[in-house]
């Protein structure tokens, strides 16, 4: 088999400066990143959170709204932003399937792991939609599930920072970058790589996560290529 990632997008990536919605200029960014990996014959799954719209946890904070039912309202939010990215994709000549997990067949495929596996050995971009199709989950945990169902060889999680750090870097100005940590360090309360259902699970199955800036060009395609000096990793030693 030839090289197989899966790259995790944040909702609130997408969004534009007002923190809410779709910025099709970010998407045009996004589908050129993701061109570059498919001309370079790597197979690409991509999952894309729905933070740009509605976050299951916030929706349900009043008490008002249920969590279960703010998780669905989220999983419908990451579909809206999947059949956005799978049409920035097809336009810059990318050929594309989306597979949710909760069947919507005018929209779009539901997830069959088999399916997709074809589809990637095809050539074709999968993103895959709806988180796992239940609630209390994140759409981090969904991608680490994802990435292992499809044999992936890492999940890249692609944010709006260059990898991971001991500390907030937003608000402490000695907050150093962590260039190589284990599952266990990737746990600390302090440290938020992903939560900790997601990286129990890579921790189980040793998939690797890289964290990295997903507005440095040509980042993705340095780290599938080993070179990780842009980005944080997370394996077991």
């Known amino acids: 088999m030839g090289k197989r990632v899966l790259v995790k997008f944040s909702g609130e990536a ?11 200029s970010i998407l045009k960014f996004i589908a050129s990143e993701i061109k570059s990996l498919v001309e370079n014959e790597i197979e690409v799954g991509l999952v894309v959170g729905g ?12 008490g008002i709204i249920k969590r279960s039912s703010g998780d669905y309202m989220g999983m419908l939010a990451t579909v809206i932003n999947a059949v956005a990215l799978q049409e920035a994709l097809e336009y810059n000549g990318i050929k594309v399937r989306v597979q949710s997990a909760i069947k919507m067949e005018e929209i779009c495929e539901p997830f069959i792991v088999r399916r997709a596996i074809r589809h990637l050995e095809k050539g074709r971009v999968v993103i895959f939609a709806a988180g796992t199709g239940n609630p209390f989950f994140t759409t981090d945990t969904a991608a680490t599930l994802r990435a292992i169902e499809i044999g ?7 944010t709006k920072v260059d990898g991971v750090y001991d500390k907030d870097p937003n608000k402490f100005a000695d907050a150093k970058k962590l260039d190589r940590l284990t599952y266990e360090d990737a746990m600390n309360d302090n440290i938020r790589v992903m939560d900790d259902t997601a990286i129990a699970l890579a921790k ?34």
Request: net charge negative.
């Open 14 to 24: 997408l969004a534009s400066e007002n923190g809410y919605g779709i910025d099709t």
């Open 51 to 62: 933070g740009n719209i509605i976050r299951g946890v916030s929706a349900a904070k009043e």
């Open 152 to 158: 992936a060889q890492m999940i890249i999680k692609a």
């Open 204 to 237: 189980d199955n040793s998939l690797p996560i890289v964290v990295c800036n997903m507005f440095e060009k040509g980042n993705l395609l340095n780290i599938i290529n080993g070179d990780f000096s842009k980005a944080s990793i997370v394996t077991n030693s």
